[in-house]
């Protein structure tokens, strides 16, 4: 591993040419367990002419220069440092700092970019680096968070989730945090193996669909525009039957429940304080994304997500003719689904 690759920049371009740019960017967050079929992802998005995206790849290798060797193999590819610069206007790089302000950096250097995608290693965890990407608004980064894809391969996902290890292994926690899972070459697998693969990923993710492909061929709509993490995210419910399954191996699961009532505000966010930054509903509870659509009492629907400890409350919608109801659903180990009902129970308002 060298660690000594300088941050990168894109030779050929205009530095100083502002943004044109009026709306933040949406960053999408590809991960997956190694050689699952992130990069094979990757490349068919760019050499996908139907969505007219100018996207930027962010190769997370943190000084690795494999992600690059490749990419090389990108169709029409010109090398531009440890840039390289697509045919289509796509760009591809490697950098060892992903924070978010070498991200913004390299976004005002090219005012053409619309779309950052940013592949993880084999073995990250995306909870940190989707909590660093999930930014206030108030912070006006030209930057926001779209949502997780989660890369599996069928043919070895159930080895990497057996592994036992003190703490949560990587595998689990990439299907834990997805709001999309591609699950990959399935070509490998019977149908059998195949049902209870997704019966497996769904017992710890309820929540996330799921797309079954070959060499990663998803629908573009599938991963681009999915506004997970802000209030055009419609449903966190999305999925048909989010509800969770029995299923005694996984030890991070989903749990989901509806409960009926008006919320009080103040409470629902000292609740989720409790829950989530002192943990003292229960110091088991290891919760790693929790999804919520709550009934304040008015016309709006309020959306609540978490991604480990950070937390957010957005108006969403108007509730049309749908039943006023809340709907939590969260996603994590040693899950208390008792005490999770009893506490946020309080945070309604009194009849
Ligand atoms: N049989 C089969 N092979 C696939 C499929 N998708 C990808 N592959 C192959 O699997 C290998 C790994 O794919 P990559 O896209 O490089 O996987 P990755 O997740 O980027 O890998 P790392 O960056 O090493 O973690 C490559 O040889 C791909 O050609 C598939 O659906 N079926």
């Known amino acids: 591993m060298d660690e000594d690759i300088p941050m990168l920049v894109p030779q050929e371009q205009n530095i100083s040419s502002t943004s044109m740019r009026t709306a933040p960017v949406p960053v999408t967050i590809i991960t997956g367990f190694l050689g699952s079929g992130k990069t094979t992802l ?3 998005l760019l050499n996908d002419n139907t969505h007219n995206k100018k996207i930027a790849v962010i190769l997370n290798e943190f000084g690795s220069s494999s992600g690059i060797d490749k990419s090389l193999s990108l169709k029409d590819g010109k090398i531009t440092e440890e840039w390289l610069e697509l045919a289509n206007g796509c760009f591809c790089c490697s950098i060892k700092d992903s924070g978010v302000k070498a991200i913004e950096n390299l976004l005002k250097r090219n005012k053409s970019f619309d779309y950052v995608l940013l592949e993880t290693t084999g073995l990250a965890d995306p909870g940190p680096i989707a909590s660093m990407f999930w ?3 108030a912070l006006q980064s030209e930057l926001y968070l779209d949502g997780i894809v989660t890369v599996v391969d069928a043919k070895n996902i159930s080895n990497y989730l057996d592994e036992t290890k003190v703490g949560l292994n990587e595998a689990t926690k990439q299907i834990a945090l997805a709001d999309r ?5 399935i070509d490998l697998v019977d149908q059998n193996t195949l049902s209870s693969l997704k019966t497996r990923i769904s017992a710890i993710n309820s929540v996330a669909k799921i797309a079954e492909t070959v060499q990663s061929k ?12 802000d209030h055009h995210h419609k449903d966190p419910f999305e999925k048909e039957n989010s509800m969770q399954l029995e299923h005694a191996v996984e030890t991070v699961k989903t749990v989901a429940f509806t409960v009926n009532g008006v919320v009080e505000s103040k409470k629902l966010d000292e609740w989720l304080q409790k829950l989530l930054w002192e943990k003292s509903i229960d110091k088991e509870m290891e919760i790693l994304r929790f999804k919520a659509l709550i009934n304040m009492g008015d016309h709006h629907k309020y959306i609540v997500q978490s ?6 409350i957005q108006k969403g919608q108007e509730w049309g003719s749908e039943e006023k109801t809340n709907k939590l659903v969260f996603i994590g180990r040693h899950l208390n689904e008792e005490m999770l009902r009893k506490s946020f129970a309080e945070c309604l308002e009194d009849l």
């Open 181 to 185: 899972i591609i699950l990959n070459k």
């Open 135 to 137: 930014l206030d608004e």
């Open 42 to 44: 990757i490349m068919r």
């Open 307 to 312: 991604v480990l400890e950070l937390f957010d």
């Open 218 to 229: 998803a629908d573009i709509d599938f991963i681009f525009d999915l506004h997970s993490f």
